[in-house]
């Protein structure tokens, strides 16, 4: 059976969790936007710009809160390291490959229905 390598699964885990934690941590950019406006103090900037930056905020906090976008990829991996693997969960692949994924990894594993424990978390 050909599977992946488990420093690749590794690598193609943390490179998906870099890039989730990326987007979450972009809501609080928008968010701090709309409060540098309000901190402004002045009525005229206020009201110009504080429903316009606010609906963008809104708008994009949507977008950005979901994981949907990621989970035909990471549905994918972890198919292939079943079925190429021969194993029967992503934890006896974890075990075999001697590799720990970061807990984005995982939230996002388990949300395309493959859940990983904590031992296979790492810190």
């Given at each position: 059976?050909a599977?992946?390598?488990?420093?690749?699964y590794?690598?193609?885990?943390?490179a998906?969790?870099?890039?989730?934690d990326?987007?979450?941590?972009?809501?609080?950019g928008?968010?701090?936007?709309v409060?540098l406006?309000?901190l402004?103090?002045?009525?005229?900037?206020?009201?110009?710009?504080?429903?316009t930056f606010?609906?963008?905020?809104q708008?994009?906090?949507?977008?950005l809160?979901?994981?949907?976008?990621f989970?035909s990829?990471?549905?994918?991996?972890?198919?292939?390291?079943?079925i190429?693997g021969g194993?029967?969960?992503?934890?006896?692949?974890?075990?075999?490959?001697?590799i720990?994924?970061?807990?984005?990894?995982?939230?996002?594993?388990?949300?395309?229905?493959?859940?990983?424990?904590d031992?296979?978390?790492?810190?």
């Open positions: 059976m599977v992946i390598q488990g420093s690749d590794s690598e193609i885990a943390q998906y969790a870099d890039s989730r990326s987007i979450l941590g972009g809501k609080q928008l968010y701090d936007a409060y406006v309000v402004l103090n002045v009525i005229k900037p206020e009201v110009d710009l504080l429903s606010w609906d963008t905020y708008v994009q906090l949507d977008t809160n979901t994981s949907t976008l989970l990829a990471v549905r994918a991996l972890n198919q292939h390291v079943l190429e194993f029967a969960t992503i934890d006896a692949y974890l075990l075999a490959a001697g720990t994924v970061p807990q984005t990894w995982a939230d996002l594993s388990a949300s395309a229905g493959y859940t990983i424990s031992t296979y978390i790492s810190g």
